[in-house]
């Protein structure tokens, strides 16, 4: 039966296309608004064409001319630019970029969620070809669904996007495996004779954090070696976190034999925490990290981390972003390297 209320009907929109041609939104922007940097087969174009006309979708001329008129830059999207992890990426999408003749127009979110989605919004309205987001996201559907539309809606406007981070399903993703970096951390210290571990871990709701955290507990639990209760605090994902999380370790007096910061700059936090409450650093305990920023050759003792390839995480995002085909996930594994905080006991 009809509806009485044409105003109800709903309207076909470019993710109805992709759908039905069993293509990605950006497959399907491409096919139908064109684009200046990529293209699609013409059997995969008559696939989209085929579909939006059973739908009968209607193309955005607005979406047309944008896919069409685009500027030579890419938007680069961080969390936070002093951070050496964040300025690590951000110099491998600078140099992706700039062999594909494109300047970075880059913004730093502070951590916010909400500036996240209100710079995708921004770098569409300046019209740069692709996007690259960096960065953990956090276990938050509605802030992870206003991301997923802010990046959709640049997908379906002609833009590209890839991400080095958690994946999103239909965007391209440079991950890191954390959780099994994590494990091999916790497998290389069990080895050389540590038994008594704690963690000084990000907010609990930090899914890079969540990840690291659970590799090494899970290591642990299989090398017969479990984490002690009260033997992991959590703490803010930054030099202060790690700080303030190794202060409660020894307030706790836990007596751990090593601690793992899930991240190099809280691992510095922790090494200085100790240093100020006169705890000596591998003496009385031993402190590792994850992601061997550049800054680390400037601590003593050096570091023992998990090496993160990031500048090569940057390269990455950036020609998945540029390049053609469907969208896909390439994974970057860590490397354990051994330095002087964590002696063999």
């Avoid at 009485?4 to 992709?18: I, N």
């Avoid at 000084?200 to 955290?213: F, Q």
């Avoid at 680390?296 to 950036?318: F, K, M, N, S």
């Avoid at 972003?321 to 594994?333: C, D, F, M, N, S």
């Amino acid at each position: 039966m009809e509806s009485l209320y044409p105003e109800q009907v709903r309207t076909t929109t470019l993710s109805d296309v992709a759908r039905e041609a069993g293509v990605s939104l950006a497959t399907a922007s491409r096919a139908i608004n064109g684009s200046t940097n990529r293209t699609v087969g013409p059997a995969l174009r008559e696939r989209v064409l085929a579909a939006a006309a059973r739908l009968h979708y209607s193309p955005d001329a607005n979406a047309q001319a944008m896919a069409r008129g685009r500027t030579t830059s890419l938007g680069l999207i961080v969390h936070d630019i002093a951070d050496p992890y964040f300025s690590a990426i951000a110099a491998g999408v600078t140099r992706a970029a700039e062999a594909a003749g494109l300047s970075v127009v880059l913004t730093s979110t502070e951590h916010d969620p909400a500036r996240e989605v209100s710079f995708v919004e921004l770098l569409r309205r300046q019209r740069v070809r692709a996007i690259v987001v960096t960065g953990g996201r956090r276990d938050d559907p509605e802030g992870t669904a206003a991301l997923r539309a802010a990046l959709e809606g640049f997908q379906a406007a002609g833009g590209s996007v890839a991400l080095v981070s958690q994946p999103l399903e239909g965007m391209s993703t440079v991950v890191v495996d954390n959780r099994e970096g994590a494990a091999d951390l916790a497998r290389h210290l069990h080895g050389i004779g540590y038994r008594r571990f704690a963690v000084v871990a990000g907010p609990v709701d930090h899914l890079t954090s969540r990840d690291r955290l659970s590799g090494f507990r899970e290591a642990l639990d299989e090398l017969g070696a479990p984490l002690a209760d009260g033997a992991v605090v959590h703490s803010g994902f930054t030099r202060d976190g790690g700080y303030e999380g190794m202060a409660e370790l020894l307030r706790r007096d836990a007596g751990p034999e090593v601690v793992f910061a899930v991240n190099d700059v809280m691992a510095v936090g922790a090494m200085a925490a100790a240093r100020d409450a006169g705890v000596s650093v591998p003496d009385d305990v031993a402190v590792a990290g994850f992601d061997d920023i550049s800054t680390l050759r400037d601590i003593t003792p050096a570091l023992t981390t998990v090496r993160v390839p990031l500048v090569e995480a940057g390269v990455l995002a950036t020609e998945l972003a540029l390049g053609p085909g469907e969208p896909r996930e390439v994974h970057l594994a860590g490397e354990v390297v051994v330095r002087e905080s964590t002696p063999a006991r």
